[in-house]
């Protein structure tokens, strides 16, 4: 397990937003790479969902079930945009802790197929032999819009100090 993955409890900050990891889901792929999706919440808005492979992360933004995406063979529409599948993934769940949403989160194994499209990357997930999918809007984050508390504590001191210095000038 990489070691900067968050622990469930965790307090982290997204896009400057204090929040606490409610929920972990740790999957592993074919080749044997680990990821690790988070539930996240702030005790009082809309649950965030971010995925994290190696050290890259993604906010899932999933679709309502009242406005699911159209499937047809390998293509994924979204009202006049047309998504191409491009990959699929077998991952293997190892660890589920706390408030955990998706396909089925019981479930052994998730089928994760990524779409690309004119806007972007859609993601289409389904557990083998229950029929359930979840479709979501994936966009990669920019390094520093997820850290842990702890980090964005010791940026922001770096900060006052870099600026008292400034001021000292």
Do not use: C
Request: no cysteine; glycine share 10%.
């Amino acid at each position: 397990m990489p070691v900067d993955a968050f622990a469930l409890d965790a307090a982290v900050v997204f896009r400057g937003r204090p929040m606490q990891v409610a929920g972990r889901l740790t999957l592993e792929g074919a080749s044997g790479q680990t990821t690790f999706r988070y539930h996240l919440s702030d005790g009082t808005g809309a649950p965030v969902f971010v995925e994290q492979a190696d050290d890259r992360y993604a906010l899932l933004r999933p679709f309502p079930p009242a406005a699911e995406p159209q499937t047809a063979g390998n293509t994924v529409t979204v009202g006049a945009e047309r998504y191409t599948l491009v990959g699929v993934r077998k991952l293997k769940m190892n660890e589920a802790l706390g408030l955990i949403s998706g396909a089925t989160p019981k479930a052994p194994l998730l089928l994760s197929g990524m779409f690309e499209g004119p806007m972007g990357t859609l993601m289409r997930e389904l557990s083998p032999g229950t029929g359930r999918q979840v479709y979501y809007l994936v966009k990669p984050l920019a390094d520093g819009e997820l850290v842990s508390a702890e980090a964005d504590a010791m940026a922001r001191a770096e900060e006052r100090r870099a600026a008292g210095e400034r001021e000292d000038d």
